[in-house]
């Protein structure tokens, strides 16, 4: 069996029916893989599983937490609408927008404000 040792490149058929990836072997050789076009949601998903569990079982002894600060928010209704409408960082390319349910954002304000008693408490005790 061949090893892959990194992507060449790719031909698409002209109706985009099939493709196919060329890659180098460890040893020089090249390596073609064919396949339907159709194929390619399920290939995806299957990579990205892939990287996970690589990911995984790479992950160093020591946790480390990274993070970046939310810069600004906005919740709002809309008339007609059963939703809570949320936008972080609404001012930056970082824009999430989310639809949230009722009871859901209850939830999330209630997690937020105890979360934020234990760390200004914390940062009292030190």
Same mark, same amino acid.
């Not at 072997?25 to 396949?35: A, C, D, N, P, Y």
């Not at 995806?44 to 996970?52: F, I, P």
């Not at 960082?89 to 937020?112: I, N, Q």
């Given at each position: ?19 196919s ?23 995806? #998903?299957?990579?990205g ?23 600004s ?19 930056? #390319? ?33």
């Amino acid at each position: 069996m061949s090893e892959i040792f990194g992507l060449r490149n790719h031909n698409v058929t002209v109706d985009g029916s099939s493709l196919s990836l060329t890659f180098d072997g460890r040893w020089g050789e090249q390596i073609t893989v064919s396949m339907p076009a159709d194929h390619l949601d399920a290939l995806m #998903a299957s990579l990205g599983r892939v990287k996970q569990e690589v990911s995984i079982r790479q992950r160093p002894q020591k946790l480390v937490f990274s993070f970046r600060g939310l810069q600004s928010w906005s919740a709002s209704n809309v008339p007609g609408q059963e939703y809570v409408f949320v936008i972080l960082d609404g001012s930056t #390319a970082l824009a999430a927008p989310y639809a949230v349910p009722p009871k859901m954002a209850e939830e999330l304000a209630s997690a937020l404000l105890s979360a934020a008693d234990v760390a200004r408490k914390q940062r009292r005790d030190n």
